[in-house]
């Protein structure tokens, strides 16, 4: 498959342990985050996002906590499965949507089955 | 609702030519981005258009170029292609008005250079 980040850190996770993915932003201005999952061969793939007014946001098996004191984002996957396997990456909006997203680098999360 | 689509999927060109990349949103959605990635500088973004008008550029040269139709399908063009442009182009698509975030994702175009 395609390569998407030869020099990515990489994240090695057993099955059915929780997996903690982090993120620094740049932007203490930024007003919205989103995590994304990008998996070989494929785009990027929304998994949750958060806005600025809150601290933490749950989806299905997964939670974004936001810091802004710290300007740190960190996303947390429970019970992580093979399929989980992908980059992930973080983004932020700096001004009510009408600015670019603002990728990080990504980071490789392989689950060990 | 069907969701972003882009074609080419895969490209070759040489050094020296032009190409032109496709990109038809999920329907509804007004606003398309472009976006390079590349192994070793990750998700770059390219340009931005709503309503068929460019809103917001990236720092690329002018060699990159983009255009909206009325149906808000997208099409971005590379002129004069050089070897670092090989990468995968990504367009996303979202709502576009004030407060949409959002943006989702196609497949991309890969496209080598040699």
């Known amino acids: 498959g395609e390569s998407v980040g030869l020099h990515l850190p990489t994240l090695s996770v057993q099955e059915g342990d929780n997996s903690i993915i982090n993120c620094a932003y740049s932007?203490?201005?930024?007003?919205?985050f989103i995590w994304y999952k990008q998996e070989s061969g494929k785009g990027p793939q929304f998994i949750i996002d958060i806005r600025s007014n809150m601290d933490k946001r749950q989806g299905q098996r997964v939670t974004v906590l936001l810091n802004k004191t710290v300007k740190h984002l960190s996303l947390q996957i429970a019970a992580t499965q093979p399929g989980d396997s992908a980059v992930y990456f973080c983004?932020?909006?700096?001004?009510?949507?009408?600015?670019?997203?603002?990728f990080g680098k990504g980071t490789r999360l392989s689950v060990i089955a | 609702k069907a969701g972003v689509t882009q074609t080419p999927r895969y490209l070759i060109k040489t050094r020296g030519q032009q190409v032109t990349l496709s990109c038809s949103p999920i329907s509804g959605h007004r606003s398309v981005s472009w976006y390079q990635q590349t192994p070793g500088q990750g998700l770059q973004f390219l340009f931005e258009y709503f309503s068929e008008t460019q809103r917001n550029k990236g720092n690329f040269p002018g060699r990159f170029s983009g255009r909206q139709f009325s149906n808000s399908r997208s099409e971005m063009n590379v002129s004069t292609l050089e070897l670092g442009d090989s990468a995968l182009y990504l367009c996303?698509?979202?709502?576009?008005?004030?407060?949409?975030?959002?943006?989702?994702f196609g497949p991309g175009t890969r496209l080598t250079v040699t």
């Open positions: 996303a698509s979202s709502p576009g008005g004030l407060q949409s975030y959002e943006q989702y």
């Open positions: 983004a932020e909006n700096m001004n009510s949507g009408n600015t670019p997203l603002v």
């Open positions: 932007n203490s201005a930024s007003d919205y």
